[in-house]
């Protein structure tokens, strides 16, 4: 039987689609109006609301807690004071990624950690030495996301530290008397805040959040959207852009943290001395060069792209739906150099964009590619070229 | 040199938004480009502005759809602030109580259709596939420059036979509807689809906006035609609203212009186009100076082109005609309220998820037939059809949180009144909008904390669009594409050498659409080149 999230009682009436998901063993809604751009552009223009329940939640909590994160991952959270949330990725002996998440230093020894799959067995295997505890307390909160130019203008009528918190901040604070946890993060790439909340308290939390945000539009958004705005934010997914080692068969289908584009992680690896898993094999990686491609944003030549279906005699269409699956990409010559791992039509860009690996010859900025599409069943090439990522970047998201 | 004696490669008169797109296009090119606008603002008619305290309103245009695609990628418009909103609802309410209510979902809103005829939701997707084939057929019409038919030049014969070739390679179906649509009336065509009033009253709305027809009236099918030319995100007949209203659009539009290197001067009237030997070499402003420049292009409508801005003697006496009968008629207004709160549609009761669109108030083509028979008569509608939209739903920044704007566009509105003047009118005309309203909505009355109403004498006043038309010269047939704004005289160019149009009275004005804005731009650069 497929779990309810503690919000459950509210997204459930206001899904008038009712198209949901399962994620993580959770029912979601996919979108919860049958227009998702109305839902996309309340990301971009007031705000939205989403519900990140299903995310495995964890506590590390101890004297060691520092300590022993900061051997298991890969960035460094010796640098993340309490009162920051850090992004993080955690790498197998080998440095092949194993996830990425968000760690919230929550207290002096105690650590909260979002992921995607089951970490805990993971994780409690390494502790042994260590006088910590790890535990999974993905049930006991739910986890919204309130995401949006107005988010501030919306959480700054129900807390104070709304104002306060600077980009990847957190506070423990209340709204609607309830005890949450604040922080200034989010994967639309937008001004935005999450909030943990402990499942009794859920309700009456969302409540307050619908409440104080109807003159500003708020708009619960669904899984779609969130898709869509994690492109415009060039922001990875698991089982997307990366497959997790700890099940992978072969190297092809494991991937190391340079070549997703973390090398800015390891800035500054020379000063920090600390062992972490998989750091030989990042700093092989680092000297030698050896990455065997590079994540990069692509887009697509508008011109080319209407030229190439109006001379079919067909309407070029702009599909905002994200396609998370790989799509060829080419030289000049025809040669394979790569492949999206999502694509879509960014309606707020006006232009069709993409995340890929290419090969890292081809990783430069302004380099030009042949991107396949098929149209009439047919296999045809479009120009594209390489761009930075991220492909939407709003001064709000930190300022 | 002082500043007013500074020489430019080129001067735009107005700001509007085809005169902005035209600078930009110009600067773009290398030009040293200046754009003069009289008023202490850019935008033309695609302004908004705070009328009331916290309340913005987008006092004329108030819609995005027509702009073309390749004018957002080639001026960088998203890197300059471009967001256009998704308008996914209409509601269409209807005299009976009963409403149409359409959203993005194609079977939901086959059913709702269907709700009212089954026959109606039927024939949708039959209509809705013959009338993309014709848009498509037109689109790149709309993105050329129109052949000149009276030339004997070998590039525009070739031009012409270009044109047949394509029209040749149509498929029947799609080049006889595409005639039926130039030359006939909506009614008839939606006649051969639907059966039922709403749907042909929603569907009709289109086919009278800014004219002096009635769905009825040949003619009206041109009308229908060139709004489903807009599209959004590719999709033909779409609108959005821009963030901002449009008046955040044109804003837009001049930062992108700005980047280009343009220099934009406000309160700057032009009162003449200074010429020598039949060669435009500058303007006269309205404060005294004299700006010099070796292209001159006028963003204003036709009237004030050829006939204000320049003496009509250094022109020929058949173009002089042309421009003195042509058509302008004005026959809009707008209606802007703010409002303490949403309405409520009483079938509907909760339901605030209704605004997030069009409210179209036209619900059969009697109705709107009938509020064009007022106008036939040198009255304005007693029941009007009105375009309806509360755009803070969509953009929150619009107003106070919890508060609203509601942009009534109302016809019929004839610029010459019978028995009255629109100054006497005014707010005769705003009551009779909210009457209208009421009827609709119970306790519309309750909501109103402030109205605006623009008339189209006020149209022309603060504009200067001559009599209020809004396109800057009626969509009809004899005032398009070849014809757009006379015979011989489609091409952007002037009898005045260096003296080009590229408002809205040019192909392929009107609405908010920057080809002409473009195109101008496009024949200007290639006749320097010469």
Same mark, same amino acid.
């Given at each position: 039987?497929?779990?309810?999230?503690?919000?459950?009682?509210?997204?459930?009436?206001?899904?008038?689609?009712?198209?949901?998901?399962?994620?993580?063993?959770?029912?979601?809604?996919?979108?919860?109006?049958?227009?998702?751009?109305?839902?996309?552009?309340?990301?971009?223009?007031?705000?939205?609301?989403?519900?990140?329940?299903?995310?495995?939640?964890?506590?590390?909590?101890?004297?060691?807690?520092?300590?022993?994160?900061?051997?298991?991952?890969?960035?460094?959270?010796?640098?993340?004071?309490?009162?920051?949330?850090?992004?993080?990725?955690?790498?197998?002996?080998?440095?092949?990624?194993?996830?990425?998440?968000?760690?919230?230093?929550?207290?002096?020894?105690?650590?909260?950690?979002?992921?995607?799959?089951?970490?805990?067995?993971?994780?409690?295997?390494?502790?042994?030495?260590?006088?910590?505890?790890?535990?999974?307390?993905?049930?006991?909160?739910?986890?919204?996301?309130?995401?949006?130019?107005?988010?501030?203008?919306?959480?700054?009528?129900?807390?104070?530290?709304?104002?306060?918190?600077?980009?990847?901040?957190?506070?423990?604070?209340?709204?609607?008397?309830?005890?949450?946890?604040?922080?200034?993060?989010?994967?639309?790439?937008?001004?935005?805040?999450?909030?943990?909340?402990?499942?009794?308290?859920?309700?009456?939390?969302?409540?307050?959040?619908?409440?104080?945000?109807?003159?500003?539009?708020?708009?619960?958004?669904?899984?779609?959207?969130?898709?869509?705005?994690?492109?415009?934010?060039?922001?990875?997914?698991?089982?997307?852009?990366?497959?997790?080692?700890?099940?992978?068969?072969?190297?092809?289908?494991?991937?190391?943290?340079?070549?997703?584009?973390?090398?800015?992680?390891?800035?500054?690896?020379?000063?920090?001395?600390?062992?972490?898993?998989?750091?030989?094999?990042?700093?092989?990686?680092?000297?030698?060069?050896?990455?065997?491609?590079?994540?990069?944003?692509?887009?697509?030549?508008?011109?080319?792209?209407?030229?190439?279906?109006?001379?079919?005699?067909?309407?070029?269409?702009?599909?905002?739906?994200?396609?998370?699956?790989?799509?060829?990409?080419?030289?000049?010559?025809?040669?394979?150099?790569?492949?999206?791992?999502?694509?879509?039509?960014?309606?707020?860009?006006?232009?069709?964009?993409?995340?890929?690996?290419?090969?890292?010859?081809?990783?430069?900025?302004?380099?030009?590619?042949?991107?396949?599409?098929?149209?009439?069943?047919?296999?045809?090439?479009?120009?594209?070229?390489?761009?930075?990522?991220?492909?939407?970047?709003?001064?709000?998201?930190?300022? | 040199?002082?500043?007013?004696?500074?020489?430019?490669?080129?001067?735009?008169?107005?700001?509007?938004?085809?005169?902005?797109?035209?600078?930009?296009?110009?600067?773009?090119?290398?030009?040293?480009?200046?754009?003069?606008?009289?008023?202490?603002?850019?935008?033309?008619?695609?302004?908004?502005?705070?009328?009331?305290?916290?309340?913005?309103?987008?006092?004329?245009?108030?819609?995005?759809?027509?702009?073309?695609?390749?004018?957002?990628?080639?001026?960088?418009?998203?890197?300059?602030?471009?967001?256009?909103?998704?308008?996914?609802?209409?509601?269409?309410?209807?005299?009976?109580?009963?409403?149409?209510?359409?959203?993005?979902?194609?079977?939901?809103?086959?059913?709702?259709?269907?709700?009212?005829?089954?026959?109606?939701?039927?024939?949708?997707?039959?209509?809705?596939?013959?009338?993309?084939?014709?848009?498509?057929?037109?689109?790149?019409?709309?993105?050329?420059?129109?052949?000149?038919?009276?030339?004997?030049?070998?590039?525009?014969?070739?031009?012409?036979?270009?044109?047949?070739?394509?029209?040749?390679?149509?498929?029947?179906?799609?080049?006889?509807?595409?005639?039926? *649509? =130039?030359?006939?009336?909506?009614?008839?065509? #939606?006649?051969?689809?639907?059966?039922? &009033? +709403?749907? %042909?009253?929603? @569907?009709?709305?289109?086919?009278?906006?800014?004219?002096?027809?009635?769905?009825?009236?040949?003619?009206?099918?041109?009308?229908?035609?060139?709004?489903?030319?807009?599209?959004?995100?590719?999709?033909?007949?779409?609108?959005?609203?821009?963030?901002?209203?449009?008046?955040?659009?044109?804003?837009?539009?001049?930062?992108?212009?700005?980047?280009?290197?343009?220099?934009?001067?406000?309160?700057?009237?032009?009162?003449?186009?200074?010429?020598?030997?039949?060669?435009?070499?500058?303007?006269?402003?309205?404060?005294?100076?004299?700006?010099?420049?070796?292209?001159?292009?006028?963003?204003?409508?036709?009237?004030?082109? *050829? =006939?204000?801005?320049?003496?009509?003697?250094? #022109?020929?006496?058949?173009?002089?005609? &042309? +421009?003195? %009968?042509?058509? @302008?008629?004005?026959?809009?207004?707008?209606?802007?309220?703010?409002?303490?709160?949403?309405?409520?549609?009483?079938?509907?009761?909760?339901?605030?998820?209704?605004?997030?669109?069009?409210?179209?108030?036209?619900?059969?083509?009697?109705?709107?037939?009938?509020?064009?028979?007022?106008?036939?008569?040198?009255?304005?509608?007693?029941?009007?059809?009105?375009?309806?939209?509360?755009?803070?739903?969509?953009?929150?920044?619009?107003?106070?949180?919890?508060?609203?704007?509601?942009?009534?566009?109302?016809?019929?509105?004839?610029?010459?009144?019978?028995?009255?003047?629109?100054?006497?009118?005014?707010?005769?005309?705003?009551?009779?909008?909210?009457?209208?309203?009421?009827?609709?909505?119970?306790?519309?009355?309750?909501?109103?904390?402030?109205?605006?109403?623009?008339?189209?004498?006020?149209?022309?006043?603060?504009?200067?669009?001559?009599?209020?038309?809004?396109?800057?010269?009626?969509?009809?047939?004899?005032?398009?594409?070849?014809?757009?704004?006379?015979?011989?005289?489609?091409?952007?160019?002037?009898?005045?050498?260096?003296?080009?149009?590229?408002?809205?009275?040019?192909?392929?004005?009107?609405?908010?659409?920057?080809?002409?804005?473009?195109?101008?731009?496009?024949?200007?650069?290639?006749?320097?080149?010469?």
């Amino acid at each position: 039987m497929v779990k309810k999230t503690p919000f459950f009682a509210r997204t459930g009436p206001l899904n008038e689609t009712m198209l949901w998901e399962h994620w993580a063993g959770y029912l979601v809604a996919q979108k919860y109006q049958y227009s998702e751009l109305y839902e996309y552009y309340s990301v971009r223009n007031s705000a939205g609301l989403f519900d990140s329940s299903p995310l495995f939640k964890y506590q590390i909590k101890g004297a060691d807690a520092a300590d022993f994160l900061r051997g298991v991952l890969a960035r460094d959270i010796g640098q993340c004071p309490v009162g920051r949330a850090q992004y993080t990725i955690w790498c197998d002996d080998h440095g092949w990624i194993l996830e990425d998440g968000v760690v919230l230093h929550v207290d002096d020894d105690e650590y909260w950690l979002t992921a995607a799959e089951p970490n805990l067995r993971y994780f409690q295997n390494l502790s042994h030495p260590y006088e910590v505890t790890i535990s999974d307390i993905s049930e006991e909160y739910g986890l919204l996301a309130l995401q949006g130019p107005h988010s501030r203008n919306i959480l700054k009528q129900l807390t104070p530290d709304a104002e306060k918190l600077a980009y990847f901040e957190l506070s423990s604070t209340q709204i609607a008397q309830k005890n949450v946890v604040l922080s200034r993060t989010g994967y639309t790439g937008d001004l935005g805040y999450e909030i943990w909340v402990n499942k009794d308290d859920a309700l009456a939390v969302w409540d307050a959040l619908m409440e104080a945000g109807s003159g500003y539009n708020i708009t619960p958004f669904g899984q779609k959207v969130l898709h869509m705005a994690r492109i415009d934010a060039g922001l990875i997914l698991i089982d997307v852009e990366y497959h997790t080692a700890r099940h992978a068969w072969v190297d092809e289908q494991r991937s190391s943290p340079i070549e997703l584009g973390f090398s800015w992680m390891f800035r500054g690896l020379q000063e920090d001395s600390r062992p972490f898993i998989g750091r030989r094999a990042i700093e092989n990686e680092l000297v030698s060069r050896s990455s065997r491609w590079h994540l990069v944003g692509i887009e697509v030549d508008w011109q080319r792209y209407e030229n190439l279906y109006n001379g079919l005699g067909l309407i070029a269409p702009k599909d905002h739906t994200p396609i998370e699956e790989a799509m060829a990409l080419y030289d000049g010559e025809h040669n394979w150099v790569g492949h999206t791992t999502s694509f879509m039509f960014s309606s707020v860009l006006k232009k069709h964009v993409g995340l890929a690996k290419v090969a890292p010859y081809h990783a430069k900025s302004g380099s030009p590619l042949q991107l396949e599409l098929v149209v009439n069943n047919r296999p045809l090439t479009v120009a594209a070229k390489v761009v930075k990522m991220p492909f939407y970047n709003p001064a709000r998201k930190t300022a | 040199m002082s500043q007013a004696q500074t020489k430019y490669d080129a001067i735009v008169i107005g700001g509007g938004h085809n005169g902005l797109v035209n600078g930009a296009y110009l600067a773009k090119s290398g030009l040293k480009t200046l754009i003069l606008e009289k008023r202490h603002l850019v935008g033309g008619a695609a302004i908004t502005e705070e009328l009331y305290p916290g309340y913005h309103f987008t006092t004329f245009s108030y819609a995005l759809s027509l702009i073309r695609p390749d004018i957002v990628q080639e001026l960088e418009l998203v890197k300059n602030g471009l967001l256009v909103l998704n308008m996914p609802t209409t509601l269409a309410p209807m005299e009976n109580g009963d409403y149409l209510f359409l959203g993005s979902d194609h079977y939901a809103n086959y059913h709702e259709i269907a709700r009212h005829s089954k026959a109606d939701a039927e024939a949708y997707d039959d209509y809705t596939t013959m009338l993309n084939k014709v848009c498509h057929a037109v689109k790149p019409l709309f993105d050329q420059i129109p052949p000149n038919l009276f030339s004997q030049e070998p590039d525009e014969l070739a031009r012409l036979a270009d044109l047949g070739r394509h029209m040749r390679h149509l498929d029947p179906k799609t080049l006889h509807m595409l005639v039926r *649509f =130039l030359t006939g009336s909506a009614a008839e065509i #939606l006649d051969d689809y639907f059966e039922s &009033d +709403i749907v %042909k009253g929603l @569907f009709s709305s289109s086919s009278i906006i800014g004219s002096k027809v009635g769905p009825r009236s040949q003619g009206s099918g041109l009308v229908l035609l060139f709004h489903k030319m807009g599209e959004v995100d590719g999709a033909f007949g779409e609108w959005g609203f821009h963030k901002g209203g449009n008046g955040g659009f044109t804003q837009v539009l001049a930062r992108a212009a700005q980047s280009f290197g343009a220099d934009i001067r406000l309160n700057a009237g032009v009162s003449s186009v200074i010429s020598k030997n039949g060669e435009a070499i500058g303007v006269a402003l309205e404060n005294g100076d004299e700006v010099y420049a070796d292209v001159i292009v006028s963003a204003l409508d036709p009237r004030r082109t *050829f =006939l204000q801005l320049v003496d009509p003697r250094e #022109l020929p006496t058949d173009l002089v005609e &042309d +421009i003195s %009968k042509y058509k @302008f008629q004005g026959v809009s207004a707008k209606v802007n309220f703010a409002l303490d709160g949403l309405p409520e549609y009483p079938a509907l009761p909760g339901r605030f998820d209704l605004y997030r669109g069009f409210i179209n108030i036209g619900p059969s083509i009697d109705y709107i037939e009938r509020a064009f028979d007022d106008a036939k008569y040198g009255s304005f509608s007693k029941r009007p059809y009105i375009d309806a939209c509360i755009q803070s739903t969509l953009d929150p920044d619009m107003t106070p949180p919890g508060k609203h704007v509601l942009s009534c566009f109302v016809q019929y509105c004839p610029y010459e009144l019978k028995d009255s003047d629109w100054d006497s009118e005014r707010e005769n005309l705003g009551d009779t909008v909210q009457n209208t309203l009421e009827s609709f909505f119970p306790n519309f009355n309750d909501l109103v904390l402030h109205r605006e109403v623009v008339t189209p004498l006020d149209i022309e006043r603060t504009v200067g669009l001559s009599e209020g038309n809004i396109f800057a010269g009626e969509f009809l047939a004899p005032q398009m594409y070849f014809f757009r704004p006379a015979p011989g005289w489609n091409q952007y160019r002037t009898p005045i050498r260096g003296y080009y149009q590229c408002g809205s009275g040019t192909h392929p004005g009107g609405c908010v659409i920057g080809g002409p804005g473009k195109l101008a731009a496009q024949q200007i650069i290639g006749d320097m080149k010469q």
